[in-house]
């Protein structure tokens, strides 16, 4: 009788363990293993193992919905992506927090983007200054050798600076009493960049104003960096072929006096700029339904200033300066109306040496048939393109830039700055009222341009310092002298100040001699004659040495007159 009830039971336990060994294959030799060596019956535990196995079930479905309902209710995330300059703002804030330097977990790159489309224009030339500076020696000590300046220079700029951002994953730091999470993401979902990367901003609370501070300090520390210093940008292609401004450098602002140019002409071109971005002004025009826009043509002979006024303008007025040639390669309507459109409101936008662009020439009367094309003499300088508006080098033609610069759908608020060599090589319609509101000439320089150059080279600034490598006149004796004191154990450190005394006896008695020397200059340097750009390039040859400069003007002039008859 018990023989049955256990072959009864076996045969029972046998149907179980085939039924599951269908469900879950391999529970059958589990449960024999678990029989022989442990004698536990996996089989009576059955039930216990799906309600187990529902409630992880249970668990596994819930808990995203559950986690993203509570994050709705009580977390606030900020998406910020790599394409936009937020992206840059929050790596170079994050770079520069102290959890910074205490994770374990950093990515280690000489940009704060790895877009390999992405130019890399973040070191700031002023910290590269402020650095230099650092090494030469300050005013009123000991100036160095060029030898160990050049030495320490070249030693730090063999290497790029190395910057620490968050590697991919979640990092957490407190932030004003909150903690934070910054997630770093990468996609590999763009067919022309290697990747896409995203960050998600993070806070315990409900409240995103937290957030929106943060980014607003991220971005705050990224511009503060270039102080009062002249951002440029320039246009570049991007990975799928469109244009997009990239900045390419900061510049310390170059001040309005050092631009060579007539005194009312010069105030005329400020006080235009100044009366335009007023606000008064932009209620006027739109007031009125005048499109807000404003335009200045700069033409004269290379070398007169006309890109150095636009800068010179634009450091005084604290604006963005955007260059743009018209030339680059791919450059078409559709890009051009691009980067117009994503200008900011106030900014100042130059063309340089539109001319040579190939689509400002004067368009031809009638439109040629597509089956017979203009002959096109490629000898030739100036190409008239037809009424049709025939694409130039780079697929843009007058009417397209015409419609860029003034047409329904351009863009309102910023200044326009064209240069030019040869003004009468453009077409009237690009110079017409409201595309050229104002047009400046420029010309060689008068004999108070050449005094103002003279005197603005050898005028005495604070900064200025002595210099031991001085190639003529009596710095040879003083370097001499230098060597000599250096060398000898009687003077000492007393030797050391004599000469430096002397240098700067004789600095200051060439300086109050500026009025003469340069009247001196003047009578050598004839006006009329010769560029701003020629007679800074000579002064420069003799930055340290006015009296040189003077000595070797009439030849220099000689030399001039000699190269252009060639």
């Known amino acids: 009788m018990a023989s049955n009830q256990t072959s009864t039971t076996t045969t029972g336990l046998s149907s179980e363990t085939a039924l599951l060994e ?43 919905r559950v986690l993203d309902s509570l994050s709705d209710l009580f977390i606030s995330t900020a998406e910020i992506r790599m394409e936009d300059d937020v992206f840059t703002y929050m790596m170079y804030w994050v770079s520069r927090q102290p959890h910074m330097k205490q994770t374990t977990r950093f990515l280690a790159s000489v940009k704060y983007k790895t877009d390999p489309y992405w130019s890399d224009s973040d070191d700031s030339e002023a910290e590269n200054d402020d650095d230099e500076n650092g090494t030469i020696a300050q005013p009123g000590s000991t100036a160095v050798s060029f030898d160990e300046y050049w030495a320490k220079l070249m030693s730090r700029d063999r290497y790029k600076k190395i910057k620490f951002t968050p590697s991919k994953g ?70 799928d072929r469109s244009f997009d401004w990239v900045k390419c450098m900061s510049r310390s602002p170059r001040p309005l006096s050092t631009v060579i140019l007539d005194q009312e002409q010069k105030q005329g071109f400020v006080d235009d700029m100044r009366e335009y971005l007023h606000p008064h002004t932009r209620r006027w025009y739109t007031d009125r339904g005048i499109p807000y826009r404003r335009g200045y043509l700069l033409h004269g002979p290379p070398g007169t200033g006309k890109t150095s006024l636009c800068f010179a303008a634009a450091g005084m007025l604290g604006l963005k300066l955007y260059l743009l040639n018209l030339k680059t390669n791919g450059l078409d309507e559709e890009g051009m109306s691009s980067l117009f459109a994503y200008l900011p409101r ?44 025939n694409p130039g080098p780079d697929g843009i033609t007058l009417s397209g830039l015409l ?38 000439g420029f010309a060689y320089t008068t004999e108070q341009d050449v005094r103002d150059l003279f005197e603005s080279i050898y005028k005495y600034v604070r900064r200025d310092r002595p210099r031991t490598l001085i190639s003529t006149g009596k710095g040879d004796d003083l370097s001499q002298r230098e060597k000599q004191t250096q060398s000898s154990p009687i003077e000492g450190g007393n030797g050391k100040k004599i000469v430096q005394k002397e240098k700067k006896n004789e600095e200051i008695i060439l300086r109050a001699n500026i009025s003469d020397l340069s009247a001196a200059f003047v009578q050598i340097v004839p006006s009329g004659e010769f560029t701003a750009a020629e007679v800074q390039g000579y002064l420069l040859n003799h930055k340290d040495r006015p009296d040189d400069a003077i000595a070797g003007a009439s030849k220099w002039v000689e030399e001039i007159r000699k190269n252009r008859d060639a």
């Open 346 to 389: 106030r900014c100042i936008v130059l063309l340089e040496d539109i001319d040579t662009a190939g689509v400002t020439q004067t368009r031809g009367k009638t439109v040629m048939p597509e089956d017979d094309p203009p002959k096109i003499d490629s000898e030739k300088e100036d190409v008239p393109l037809v009424a049709s508006g």
């Open 22 to 64: 269908a469900l879950i294959p391999g529970y059958g030799l589990v449960s024999r293993f678990f029989i022989s060596y442990l004698k536990i019956d996996l089989n009576a535990y059955l039930q216990v193992l799906i309600g187990f196995a529902l409630v992880a079930g249970c668990i596994r479905f819930i808990y995203p």
């Open 170 to 239: 979640c990092h957490y730091f407190w932030y004003k009493g909150y903690l934070m999470r910054l997630q770093r993401t990468q996609e590999e979902s763009r067919r022309f960049a290697t990747n896409s990367e995203r960050l998600w901003l993070s806070c315990l609370s409900r409240n995103p104003e937290i957030l929106k501070e943060l980014l607003a300090d991220g971005q705050k520390a990224y511009i503060e960096r270039d102080g009062n210093r002249t951002v440029i940008y320039r246009a570049k292609r991007d990975y």
């Open 403 to 440: 419609n860029v610069i003034d047409g329904v759908a351009a863009s309102e608020g910023r200044i326009l700055v064209m240069t030019t060599n040869h003004p009468d090589k453009l077409d009237p319609a690009l110079l017409r009222p409201g595309r050229v509101d104002m047009s400046i």
